[in-house]
């Protein structure tokens, strides 16, 4: 696999070209299915090789009918994780409810299962290495969206000619921004913010376990595996702040503010936040886009409608997006714009739906901003009627 600056041997040039930025779970989904379609595909990627890392990938519903379709639901279920009960807790460790458990690996193929992040990341692509060419090391800096192409010039300093571009790059998506001059503009902030570590397993908690803590306006949470563990914690604030993405201090200091002081498993936690510097610090947001494609740009993804962490669901929106651009392009192979929008008004009700139950449920459930809505979810975990 490649891990640093490296562009394979250009494909024999027989087939319309088209560009993926972006070799996450989009890029790769959306790559295997246009070397099915029969396009010659780049994948241009900015980091050095796969970004690895995170919490696991919930695999269910529709996505593990895309999976199937693309052959790898065997592979994936090689590789699922054992069930992992749910417990909400107190501060002295007391139970105060959980979730069902999620079906187990040998369940049938409909139940639901999850699989680390970083063991898709390989399946996927596994599927499409030696059939794409890879620009690792490299983005996409300026671009023309025309009538006849998508021309593009790379960081590197070269430029290629493509017939479509797909955005895959995540939710601070530079297609996004290039070509549709959207940045900000389509980010809705949820309110708060989040810390993520994975770190060698702790002994904090038994492994196939996740416990949450919740006080008003923050949230502690552990996700306990064989051979790791999660550490979340999450902090509600109004507004945004204003603070520096590269500055991990900084970032350190916003945890401490908001957590020192507080009990349950919080200092342990803690500890590990001042330990190295490897984790993910960022708003809860969703992409909430007018329109997923412009001309011969379309957005797959986090990019164009990333649903956030809250809904547990952006490895798969991702999968079934990148499957039913596929099946739209197969519907309307000579008139891309016809298939940008069936794959969109095929999938918008569905990712507005999963975005509305994260920015309102999701967020009161895991992140209960004030007392009121601590109580008001407490009592749902009595009546046992915690549904996410
Ligand atoms: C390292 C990592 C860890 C994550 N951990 C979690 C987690 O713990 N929980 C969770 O809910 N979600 C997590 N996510 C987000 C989750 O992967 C996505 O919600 C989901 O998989 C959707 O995938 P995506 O391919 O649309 O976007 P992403 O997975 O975000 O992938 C975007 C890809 O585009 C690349 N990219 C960015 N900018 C450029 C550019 N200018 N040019 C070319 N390529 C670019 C990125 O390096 C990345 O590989 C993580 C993402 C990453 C990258």
Redesign the pocket.
């Known amino acids: 696999m490649p891990q640093s600056t490296s562009v394979s041997p250009p494909l024999p040039s027989d087939r319309p070209a088209v560009l993926i ?9 959306t790559a295997f299915w246009m070397t099915q379609l029969g396009y010659r595909v780049t994948v ?4 050095a090789g ?6 696991p ?1 919930d695999i269910e519903g529709e996505t593990i009918q895309v999976l199937t379709r693309m052959g790898m639901i065997d592979a994936v279920r090689a590789k699922a994780l054992p069930p992992r009960d749910f417990e909400f807790k107190d501060e002295a460790d007391r139970t105060l409810g959980g979730l069902p458990t999620a079906s187990s690996a040998d369940e049938p193929a409909t139940g639901r299962y999850e699989i680390h ?1 970083d063991d898709l990341l390989d399946i996927l692509f596994a599927a499409v290495d030696g059939a794409v060419e890879w620009r690792f090391g ?3 800096v300026d671009l023309v969206n025309g009538p006849e192409g998508v021309s593009v010039t790379f960081s590197d300093g070269t430029a290629g000619d493509y017939a479509l571009l797909f955005g ?8 996004r921004a290039l070509a549709f001059g959207d940045g900000e503009a389509s980010v809705f902030y949820m309110g708060g913010y989040f810390y ?1 570590r ?1 770190v060698a397993e702790t002994g904090l908690l038994p492994a196939n376990r996740s416990q949450i803590f919740s006080v008003p306006g923050r949230t502690a949470m552990l996700n306990g595996y064989d051979d790791r563990t ?1 550490i979340a914690l999450a902090f509600r604030s109004a507004t945004q702040i204003d603070y520096d993405y590269r500055d991990k201090a900084q970032q350190r200091r916003l945890i401490h503010q908001h957590f020192d002081g507080l009990g349950w498993k919080v200092p342990e936690m803690l500890a590990h936040v001042d330990a190295e510097d490897d984790f ?1 610090f960022d708003r809860a947001s969703q992409i909430r886009m007018a329109s997923w494609s412009t001309g011969r740009v379309a957005l ?4 164009g409608y ?10 798969s ?2 999968l079934i ?1 990148a499957g039913r651009l596929a099946y739209a392009l197969r519907r309307h192979p000579d008139d891309h714009g016809a298939a940008f929008r069936d794959y969109e008004a095929g999938l918008r009700p569905f990712v507005e739906t999963v975005q509305e139950k994260a920015a309102t449920t999701g967020m009161a459930m895991l992140f209960p901003a004030d007392e009121s809505e601590l109580e008001a979810r407490d009592r749902k975990i009595s009546a046992g009627a915690i549904d996410l």
């Open positions: 930025s972006g070799a996450s779970f989009a890029g790769l989904a241009v990627e900015t980091a796969l970004r690895r890392g995170g919490t990938v992040r490299c983005s996409i895959c790059d995540g939710s601070r998506s530079n297609t993520l994975v999660d993910y797959v993804g986090d990019a990333c649903v956030s962490p809250v809904a547990g669901f952006g490895g929106m991702a997006g």
